[in-house]
């Protein structure tokens, strides 16, 4: 560059995510191709072009180029690991438009920069000092406020969105501070969407008066004490080094290697048909034309098929095959295309001898650099233990391409010994180093990675052992599988292998045995699990393919992009925090539940007249049936009487006493065996706390399930397991905070069924049940027996869940004939309840699934069964999925939701647990009153700003020492 050279920059990422939220989803009729984004940015970027050179922005560039972020992590996430940490991955429907938008730079003829390890920010503040040294101006092509440090005479920014020139003056107006304070002002206010930490308390305004008063950072840091306001004193001595810390992470780095020179950014004259076939390729007709009009191409005589756009198939996500011929009969409609892609994966064969194995990092860096051009790569891992906060890493498979897939072996041994010890089988690439050269590849933002329960990955590789690694952004077939077909299918790889592609995968046992010749995978033989483990990662690719064009053909994206993919994070963090319990409160809990429990075992012994195995079913059968000849008996298939809990409580409701007691016992035996026995054994030897684990994907309604313990079957209507949940407490210096939401279900019962009763009372917040039991037993609200007020709570609720006369005399110690009059009673006062249900069924019957407030599917075939009983459960399954759905809908969207509110407001709560339709916060002392409030609204508001129930949310929070106080 010399004197009177003009230098645009266009910061490329901002560019993508403008032109993605500006406009509709767009999808390439031919196949399906998501092209929104690269649509946006190819307008947004000709009409700069254009604009530029008619002076539009009051200068004509001579070189121009457009800047890209290469990856997530740079050399700011060595300095602070949290940096950008709370950032969302990209929207699923973007990801794969990444490598196309570089792809659009290109045919442009503008030069596309990106470097690993540095952000596009300090990219541009490179080339900008080289060009102002050179003598020339620059633009930065912008509104980003990191930018504006860069500001001076020779240096602008235009936000084209905007139409707006920025330079000093306009910086000032802004933010009260010039742009040689911007890093000061930064540093001090921090930054909620960079995860940029600051100083607490203080926002920019108060950073710039600050600035105003004592100049600099380091000016205000040595002289804080001088400052009056204690609070603001007290934080910045506090966090001064925080602030510093802050600095670092806002200053560009002015001196990033640039791999292409700024001489050679000379921008060049558009080259009319390789842009214009690009754009048909694209079948962005509109610009196509425009284009064409502009540069006096014939568009009509251009074959797209002469350059690259044909072949985008084999980085987005729908089907390897060219372009044009996604248009022939059969792949002209979205479901078209689901058959074609369908087709041709199960027509691949599956050949696991084509499988490599990657002994050295050349030849990893080779399937690095593949799944780099592939712009997606299916990945999984091999461990030691299903539990994935303890297991150890055995290997990767990658995949990049049907039949196109490796195996790198981490930890296979030869014999005994430990895992990275010795016994360690040769031609195996260094765990760490492995580690360390996939790291960039899997959080890559323009690399979708594919898994089957990335949950079990994602935490599995972010542990610092691991690597610490994030995987973004990412897509998981189970999840897919999940949101299409809940309640239908089984959402495993293997049946969902068998189920699409027809191929039943190598299973476990089959490399590693069973019973006392089973050993742990590190001890397989390489060859057998490069087989086994590398066909994984090749049947989930393929199956990616399948339910990815599904989930567009069958309009379920948002579901999937709302619900499910965002929540993947926010449980892998809360099962990595896990909960504290103290173990001594266990323990006297055990020996309380064992006193009483004998207690009762003497009761029994005493009504049976004689001594037996309490805990033996058959035993308990030959007493109640045989020798005290109690009615009801029924016999199971193996001859003994059937002793379950329903017959138990039959047999209690009709005033037994001895099967009374055995439900007592049984239920103390549970909770001894089930939680203070057991409990201790799931502490977790490094972090002292127990983790759980989350299932997503194992019911019908979108309710989370937990395990390894179960923390959601707590009983909490009895003394005794209310107790239980004394011993889950906080660390000292906390308190645990307990938000549930109030009668969530009768809430959205009232929305979705549209009861003017219900919605009066909650918008009043009027007591329900006490309405309900005034509306159905004309008895006035003030002064209501108790009684009466429970008897309409169990209607309530029973409701909900299709509750027959028989339940709700059991649930309320009555005759069956006085519960049905209830219920009817019910409905002739709620008649809309009534014609809820019938219609709810009708569309079930027709539909064969019913759904959420949200969209989401609940599949219920079954409904139209011969068989009474088969179709009278599905038919109470599906009048309360739409209610229980939804309420597990709106609780996810808070917890997606709340990570980031929490890092916006600065405050260091974490989430725990989740418990149906409660949340468990671990916070700091100080900062309880403001989480509360904070984490209420949040839960309050979930459903916005997608839709707004017809009646208010509400949210009971509380915090304590231990979840029982809490709660």
Not at 287 to 307: M, Q
Not at 784 to 803: E, L, S
Request: hydrophobic share 40%.
């Amino acid at each position: 560059m010399k004197k009177g050279d003009h230098l645009f920059l266009v910061d490329g990422s901002a560019y993508i995510f403008r032109a993605y939220h500006a406009l509709p989803p767009l999808t390439r009729k031919s196949d399906g191709l998501p092209i929104g984004a690269v649509s946006g940015f190819c307008n947004m970027l000709w009409k700069l072009l254009q604009e530029a050179r008619d002076t539009s922005v009051g200068v004509t560039p001579t070189h121009f180029a457009v800047i890209f972020d290469h990856s997530s992590t740079t050399f700011r996430n060595e300095i602070y690991p949290e940096y950008k940490a709370n950032r969302d991955a990209p929207p699923e429907d973007l990801r794969p438009q990444f490598a196309i938008i570089r792809e659009a730079t290109r045919a442009f003829d503008v030069p596309c920069i990106e470097k690993e390890g540095y952000e596009a920010d300090d990219i541009i503040a490179s080339y900008a000092r080289e060009a102002v040294a050179a003598g020339g101006d620059v633009t930065i092509i912008s509104s980003d406020k990191d930018l504006m440090q860069l500001i001076n005479d020779n240096v602008i920014m235009y936000d084209t969105m905007k139409d707006k020139r920025v330079a000093s003056a306009e910086v000032i107006e802004k933010f009260g501070v010039g742009p040689e304070k911007m890093i000061d002002l930064q540093s001090l206010a921090g930054d909620s969407t960079d995860n940029i930490p600051g100083v607490p308390g203080i926002g920019p305004k108060t950073a710039a008066q600050l600035l105003e008063e004592f100049g600099d950072l380091e000016t205000l840091l040595e002289r804080a004490g001088e400052i009056k306001q204690n609070k603001r004193r007290e934080n910045l001595i506090e966090f001064a080094d925080q602030a510093r810390l802050s600095k670092r992470l806002v200053t560009l780095d002015v001196n990033t290697p640039l791999d292409v020179p700024v001489e050679d950014l000379a921008l060049n004259s558009v080259d009319g048909p390789k842009l214009i076939a690009f754009l048909k390729g694209l079948e962005l007709n509109t610009l196509t034309r425009r284009v064409a009009a502009e540069t006096e191409a014939d568009a009509a005589a251009i074959d797209a098929s002469e350059i690259s756009a044909d072949g985008y198939e084999q980085r987005g996500p729908d089907f390897d095959a060219p372009a044009e011929s996604a248009s022939t009969e059969g792949g002209s409609t979205p479901s078209g295309l689901v058959e074609k892609v369908t087709a041709a994966m199960a027509a691949m064969p599956v050949d696991t001898s084509a499988y490599e194995t990657v002994r050295d990092e050349a030849a990893l860096q080779s399937w690095i650099d593949a799944a780099h051009e592939a712009g997606v790569v299916a990945v999984d891992t091999e461990t030691d233990s299903l539990d994935a906060m303890q297991a150890q890493l055995v290997g990767v498979s990658l995949a990049v391409a049907p039949g196109k897939a490796c195996y790198i072996p981490l930890g296979h041994m030869s014999g005994e010994g430990d895992m990275f010890g010795g016994g360690l089988v040769a031609d195996q690439i260094d765990r760490n180093r492995a580690l360390e050269m996939l790291k960039p590849l899997l959080e890559d933002a323009s690399v979708l990675k594919i898994a089957q329960n990335m949950k079990y990955d994602w935490l599995l590789l972010s542990r610092p052992e691991n690597g610490g690694i994030h995987i973004a952004p990412f897509d998981d077939t189970m999840l897919l599988s999940y949101v299409l077909d809940a309640g239908r299918t089984k959402h495993g790889m293997d049946a969902l292998s068998e189920a699409i592609l027809g191929h039943t995968p190598i299973s476990y046992k089959d490399v590693a045995g069973t019973g006392k010749s089973a050993v742990s995978f590190a001890q397989v033989e390489i060859d057998k699990a490069t087989a086994y483990a590398a066909e994984d990662a090749d049947i989930t690719l393929r199956l990616w393919k399948i339910l990815k064009a599904r989930l567009t053909a069958e309009g379920m994206n948002t579901v999937y992009e709302r619900l499910e993919r965002p929540l993947v994070p926010v449980i892998c963090r809360m099962e990595a925090r896990g909960i504290s319990v103290d173990r001594q409160i266990l323990s006297r809990l055990s020996g309380e539940l064992a006193q009483k429990a004998a207690a009762i075992e003497s009761e029994i012994y005493e009504l049976a007249g004689r001594k037996f195995n309490v805990g033996s079913p058959k035993q308990l059968g030959e007493i109640l049936f045989d020798e005290m000849n109690l009615p009801g008996g029924k016999k199971t298939k193996t001859g003994q009487w059937a002793t379950g809990a329903q017959q138990l409580e039959d047999l209690a409701a009709e005033g037994h006493d001895l099967p009374r007691k055995i439900v007592d016992w049984r239920q103390l035996s549970k909770l001894k065996s089930t939680y203070t026995d057991a409990l201790p054994g799931f502490i977790n030897p490094q972090t002292k706390r127990v983790h759980t684990s989350y299932a997503m994907a194992s019911t019908s309604t979108g309710r989370l399930s937990s395990s390894d313990p179960n923390l959601q079957n707590i009983p909490v209507r009895t003394e005794e397991g209310r107790k239980i949940r004394t011993a889950f407490v906080a660390e000292p210096g906390f308190k645990l905070v307990s938000a549930d939401y109030s009668q969530i279900e009768l809430r959205v019962l009232a929305h979705v069924a549209d009861i003017p009763q219900l919605k009066q009372a909650f918008a009043d917040g009027i007591d329900i049940h006490a309405m309900t039991a005034s509306e159905m037993f004309n008895v006035p609200v003030e002064g209501m027996d108790p009684m009466i007020r429970r008897q309409a709570k169990a209607i309530n609720f029973g409701i909900i869940y299709g509750i027959s006369a028989f339940g709700l005399a059991n649930n309320l110690g009555i005759g069956r004939s006085e519960a049905g009059d209830y219920i009817k009673m019910y409905f002739e006062r709620f008649p809309g309840i009534r014609d809820y249900m019938d219609s709810t069924k009708k569309f079930a019957k027709e539909h064969g699934f019913v759904e959420t407030i949200f969209g989401r599917k609940a599949h219920y075939e079954e409904i139209r069964s011969s068989n009474p009983q088969v179709r009278a459960f599905n038919e109470r399954a599906a009048i309360n999925a739409p209610i229980q759905g939804s309420a597990a809908d709106i609780i996810r969207r808070a917890m997606v939701q709340m990570e980031g509110a929490l890092g916006e407001a600065k405050l260091n709560a974490e989430m725990l647990l989740q418990v149906h339709d409660e949340l468990i916060f671990e916070v700091p002392e100080a900062e309880v009153d403001e989480t509360i409030t904070l984490v209420t609204k949040i839960m309050e508001n979930a459903t916005m700003p997608v839709m707004q129930l017809s009646v208010p949310l509400q949210v009971d929070a509380r915090a304590a020492d231990n979840w029982d106080e809490a709660h």
